[in-house]
């Protein structure tokens, strides 16, 4: 498999709990980045990893949400005591580390989130 | 202020004709970049193609251009013979920064147009 993958990619969770997801790059990236799209919305940036180092970091990313990416391979977002504005599509790409503005960012298929 | 507006929220084609979907930007950086995605159903942002603002010519890849007016910070993309499988929401972005790749690396997208190709 050649793509951005993404796990689990439906999650229906309770108001409170704490969900996971990982995130799978392409394995020649070394840039990975995380949004967040809800309904009607385009994808909203949240964080950037490059390599192992997280970057950049939006003021989207409430001190709930921490990201991870611990070997510079794949990546974690976690989101602690949901709430239902959580609910949302989360995208995970990635893109090369050579390359200027033209270097174009490979989707994954998103982790939907429901929170109920 | 909105940094991407994409003021269609729906449009229609006739399948094998060609549409325009319309994309404004903001910035005061000297160089972006300019992408457009589709996204169909299943979820998975696909790129199509990429302008960049010292690009002179208009960007093409197969079906898709891309119509580049910098005065009027604009990059509507045209579809040229549309087919069933082109029906998704499209999303306009830019990134901004330097053209040696310095600066922020993330996409900033607008809110989307829905195409709906007719048969």
């Known amino acids: 498999d050649t793509g951005v993958s993404q796990d689990p990619r439906h999650k229906i969770t309770k108001r409170g709990q704490n969900v996971t997801f990982r995130c799978d790059p392409i394995?020649?990236?070394?840039?990975l980045y995380w949004y967040r799209q809800t309904l009607g919305q385009g994808p909203e940036f949240l964080t950037y990893?490059?390599?192992?180092?997280?970057?950049?970091k939006s003021r989207l990313l409430s001190d709930r949400f921490s990201a991870e990416r611990p070997k510079g391979s794949f990546s974690t977002l976690e989101i602690q005591r949901t709430e239902q504005g959580d609910s949302a599509m989360y995208l995970c790409?990635?893109?090369?580390?050579?390359?200027?503005?033209?270097?174009?960012?490979?989707f994954g298929q998103g982790t939907r989130l429901t929170v109920v | 202020a909105q940094k991407i507006t994409q003021t269609q929220p729906g449009m229609f084609v006739q399948e094998k004709e060609a549409v325009t979907l319309d994309c404004t930007y903001d910035?005061?950086?000297?160089?972006?970049?300019l992408f457009w995605y589709k996204q169909p159903s299943s979820g998975e942002m696909i790129f199509l193609i990429y302008?960049?603002?010292?690009?002179?010519q208009n960007a093409t890849e197969g079906r898709y251009s891309l119509n580049f007016q910098k005065a009027r910070k604009s990059a509507n993309l045209v579809i040229s013979a549309s087919q069933l499988g082109d029906s998704a929401m499209y999303f306009c972005?830019?990134?901004?920064?330097?053209?040696?790749?310095?600066?922020?690396?993330?996409?900033?997208f607008g809110k989307g147009t829905k195409l709906s190709v007719i048969p």
């Open positions: 790409a990635s893109s090369t580390l050579t390359g200027g503005l033209n270097t174009e960012a490979f």
């Open positions: 394995s020649e990236h070394n840039r």
């Open positions: 990893f490059q390599n192992e180092a997280q970057l950049e």
């Open positions: 910035t005061s950086d000297q160089s972006y970049g």
């Open positions: 302008q960049g603002s010292y690009d002179e």
């Open positions: 972005a830019m990134r901004e920064g330097h053209w040696s790749g310095a600066g922020s690396y993330q996409l900033t």
